[in-house]
């Protein structure tokens, strides 16, 4: 029996889809220059350990990127166009800041240094904002689980060039000449929002600035079930991030395995697993369509947090731990794929930087909430029930991904109610 993979295959040959590729790399490259790149410079440098916990705080612009998402629906640049323009504007600014840090010194001028990372990592989340948005406004229904499948690729690539790849740089060229380059590398970014098509529909920016704030919410809130929606998009991969939380500590303390071990299984087969679940579930998505997809890839992502438990019985056990890490990663890869084309189905292109920032900020909320509480449910019942109830975590997101059914397959559905 031939199995054709023809139509799964056929929508990677969009044009659209392969810009996804430069986008997201260009979204993923500046991230751990001012995270695990960063600490890395100053630990090898001696700046003390206080100062560098507290750097974490230049990672504050992520999270709060939809407060000026606004900004970007309602002001058009006069060049490029509403997402293009933006896009160039945030990547030239990349360039120049990462160049600059080139040229700071941790040990001597970390106050500089400081401002020169919280600077890039606004304009990195501003860069997210308008991509976000462009990606949205730009695939089309039937290309937005491939196009983030493609997307994903992209972004963990450009993580490896900066994160990775860059450590390796700095012992044989230096951390300047390092960050030299990665400002270079920036430049894919920019020929991408160069080169990159324009929507089908154009759509109107809001009126006003007031506009631009209330009217994401006006719109989300019109819709059929709004509620129940937010709260399906908290829960639904709640149970796949609980169980992240302490993966990498129970790999090393629980089950034995080496840091090594844990570094090259769990960061070089987990990056590789997850590009492929992505790919994979961007493919399925063409013929499952969106609610089977959300559905079973939802379910594979309960299933493979049980693997973990099942490695929590067995011990230090290669094979297994392997397994763990590589299913785990494949149903989140494909989990992500699904969620994020529902999320792109609900934004309205008007408003659409500043939906797609409010909704991926809520989809994390969760996460936040229940993460601390892991190492003290570990404590209490044992990493093999802790893992036990990071799946069942993932039910009530089920249970109401069942709710929407009727909503999430008929699409129209979900648009907003006259």
């Not at 071990?261 to 579930?281: E, F, R």
């Not at 601390?372 to 993932?394: D, I, Q, R």
Request: with cysteine; net charge positive.
């Amino acid at each position: 029996m031939t199995i054709n993979f023809g139509p799964y295959l056929e929508v990677y040959r969009s044009r659209r889809i392969g810009m996804m590729l430069i986008f997201g790399f260009s979204s993923g490259l500046p991230l751990a220059l001012t995270g695990g790149t960063l600490q890395a410079w100053m630990t090898v440098v001696g700046v003390d350990l206080r100062t560098i916990g507290i750097f974490s705080l230049v990672g504050l612009p992520y999270t709060l990127k939809f407060l000026w998402s606004p900004l970007m629906d309602r002001y058009v640049p006069p060049w490029l166009g509403r997402r293009r323009g933006w896009m160039i504007l945030t990547q030239v600014a990349l360039f120049f800041a990462i160049f600059a840090m080139a040229f700071a010194s941790p040990q001597h001028a970390v106050g500089a240094v400081a401002l020169l990372a919280l600077f890039v990592a606004f304009a990195s989340a501003s860069q997210d904002i308008v991509i976000d948005a462009y990606r949205t406004d730009i695939l089309r229904e039937t290309e937005r689980g491939a196009g983030t499948a493609v997307y994903v690729m992209g972004y963990r690539i450009a993580m490896l060039v900066s994160g990775a790849l860059a450590l390796i740089l700095s012992d044989r060229i230096g951390w300047r000449n390092t960050y030299l380059l990665m400002a270079v590398v920036m430049v894919v970014g920019m020929i991408g929002s160069l080169f990159g098509p324009e929507p089908d529909i154009q759509a109107k920016p809001p009126r006003s600035l007031r506009e631009a704030v209330w009217g994401p919410l006006k719109d989300f809130f019109s819709r059929h079930g709004a509620v129940t929606i937010l709260l399906f998009i908290v829960l639904y991969k709640l149970g796949d991030a609980y169980a992240g939380t302490l993966t990498t500590a129970f790999l090393i303390r629980g089950a034995g395995f080496s840091p090594t071990d844990v570094g090259t299984v769990n960061k070089g087969l987990g990056v590789i697993s997850v590009i492929v679940g992505a790919t994979i579930g961007g493919s399925l998505m063409v013929r499952l369509g969106l609610f089977r997809s959300l559905l079973f890839f939802g379910i594979l992502q309960a299933v493979s947090n049980l693997s973990f438990m099942v490695l929590a019985w067995v011990g230090k056990s290669y094979p297994m731990m392997i397994f763990a890490v590589a299913f785990e990663n494949l149903a989140g890869g494909m989990g992500t794929s699904a969620f994020v084309a529902f999320l792109m189905g609900l934004c309205d292109h008007r408003f659409s930087a500043t939906q797609f920032a409010l909704l991926s900020s809520l989809a994390v909320l969760g996460r936040v909430f229940i993460s601390p509480t892991s190492g003290y449910v570990v404590e209490s019942v044992g990493w093999a029930n802790f893992f036990f109830l990071t799946a069942l975590t993932a039910l009530p997101g089920l249970a109401l991904l069942w709710w929407l059914r009727a909503d999430i397959t008929d699409g129209k559905r979900l648009e907003r109610a006259e």
